[in-house]
């Protein structure tokens, strides 16, 4: 929609002329248009920045909590169930080609199992290498992030890769569906 505001403004910017028969006058008000038009096209493109940018803020803001809630976990065996990562329903998709949807009850169920299963593996902790945050829409996006996980001595247990789709709703931004993978493809 900004977009189009913009092009439209465009346009009428292109569309005042300047000709050598109009009074200095017309020409003064005619300038104070294009004043105005060229105002509201930098306040729809500082609009357009600041919502782009609080979405992303709000997508990292999801990604951070995965990470806190994870390293709680691994790190005091407190597990918090009032910090929503999910949608009430979450698909699961894995490399063999099975698909699973779950509650997000259920999913936190198998993230403790999961994290049990990584602290015998010796992670102490896990973070971020990098994320790749691309929106699909004002309410999708696809997120591509791959974690390190590291041992008790700061060693490298080894990184992951995960995609995920999420979705903006009345409680913020959730994680939809996503796949663990390869770190090559994060």
Known sequence: MNQICTTRLCSLTASIVISPNLT?????????????????????????????????????????NYMLKYNTYIQSGEFNKGLHLYRDDVMLVTNNGAQTVLKATEMDQRVIVFLDNLKQQGVARVQWESQNITRL??????????????????????????????????????????????????
């Open 24 to 64: 200095l006058g017309d020409i003064m008000k005619r300038l104070r248009t294009l004043k105005t038009l060229i105002t509201l096209g930098v306040v729809s493109l500082l609009l357009a920045t600041q919502t782009n940018a609080n979405a992303s803020d709000s997508i990292e803001n999801l990604f951070d």
């Open 137 to 186: 829409d004002t309410n999708l996006a696809v997120v591509k992030n791959v974690a390190i996980r590291f041992a008790s001595d700061n060693s490298v247990v080894n990184r992951v890769g995960a995609t995920y789709l999420i979705q903006n709703g009345p409680n913020g931004w959730k994680i939809a569906a996503f796949s663990v993978h390869t770190p090559e493809h994060g």
